[in-house]
């Protein structure tokens, strides 16, 4: 049994092992991994660009109609390395150009979840290897920020299928695209309806909130991000003068949107909770959540395959992690 020593008046400085951890992290650097769904349009690379403050990825929005008969859901990912007051971050961004565009859009997201669950697939491969890498490089999936067209009226039926096929293998935070398309009231009434549709088809989104791992204030702090959710965000990559300052924002016939000022949008509060508060918790969310998930249910199917009493197919011709 563990027992409490009495201390004595000499300092030993184990206390340090928060600046030995910090210093070999910002040596190494961090790692994110973000994923945007949505369809073509609503501006998902230039909130992405507006969020980090670089620009990353560009606009797929298409010059030609013809281009809609052409299209279905494919995965792209881009990766690269940001550095803000020291602190490298390898961010790679997948983009999912073409989803939700077809007139028949059955089965869109099937690329989507194979994408998420191969990323799992390879990091259990890579893990499993009897000699593995000393850094296993994390491609697996952090965030999924899921944009839903402002329309003022409810979620799309699409909307309801993937979104409760998305939150059983990624966290995910729905973002309304373009909140500037509608008036604050209309705003709050929408959200209103889109939190009753995802309580009524049980859509659990991130962040949870039946983790025993969390401490009263994070409890608290998480409390208040779910009121927020989804969040009506503008995103803007550039500069407007408004009263004689530069600002991030658009103009309009009606007057300017400042996408970093609150009572116009909540794109700061989405800022701040993926970079300043949750960035480190959702990849740890990933792991312990949803890759923890994904490899148990991999190996207990291994270990059904190569069972002596089980009636399955020989374990050669079992295939694992797919």
């Keep these: 049994m563990f027992q409490e020593q009495t201390p004595l008046n000499a300092y030993v400085g184990f206390d340090t092992i928060t600046q030995q951890i910090e210093k070999k992290s910002i040596k190494r650097g961090f790692q994110f991994n973000v994923m945007v769904v949505g369809q073509t349009g609503l501006g998902k690379s230039t909130l992405v660009n507006t969020l980090f403050a670089s620009h990353l990825i560009e606009s797929k ?13 494919r995965i792209e990912a881009v990766s690269h390395v940001i550095e803000e007051n020291g602190v490298r971050l390898r961010l790679n961004i997948v983009d999912t150009p073409g989803y939700g565009d077809q007139v028949n859009n059955e089965d869109c997201w099937e690329s989507i ?3 998420i669950k191969d990323q799992h697939s390879a990091y259990l491969r890579k893990e499993l290897t009897a000699q593995r890498e000393r850094l296993i490089q994390d491609n697996r999936v952090h965030c999924c920020l899921y944009f839903i067209t ?26 309304i695209a373009k909140a500037d398309s509608l008036t604050i009231e209309e705003r709050a009434a929408f959200k209103k309806r889109i939190n ?24 608290m702090l998480n409390s208040s991000i779910r009121e927020l959710l989804p969040f009506a965000v503008v995103g803007s990559e550039k500069q407007v003068v408004v009263n004689g300052k530069a600002v991030i924002g658009r103009k309009t016939r009606w007057g300017a949107v400042v996408v970093e000022d609150e009572n116009h949008c909540e794109f700061i509060h989405l800022r701040n909770f993926l970079t300043r508060t949750h960035l480190q918790d959702l990849v740890e969310t990933t792991s312990m959540v949803h890759y923890e998930t994904f490899r148990s249910n991999q190996l207990l199917a291994l ?19 797919a």
Aim: overall charge negative.
């Design 150 to 175: 402002p329309s003022g009226h409810s979620l799309k039926p699409i909307d309801i299928i993937v979104l409760k096929k998305l939150v059983q293998v990624v966290n995910v935070v729905p973002v």
């Design 303 to 321: 270990k059904g395959a190569v069972s002596p009493s089980s009636e399955a197919a020989p374990a050669k011709a079992f295939t694992p992690f």
């Design 113 to 115: 979840i194979k994408y």
């Design 196 to 219: 009753a549709e995802l309580a009524f088809h049980n859509i659990d989104l991130y962040p949870y909130d039946n983790t025993e791992d969390y401490d009263d204030e994070e409890r």
């Design 61 to 73: 929005g298409r010059h030609n109609v013809d281009e809609l008969d052409r299209q279905t859901t």
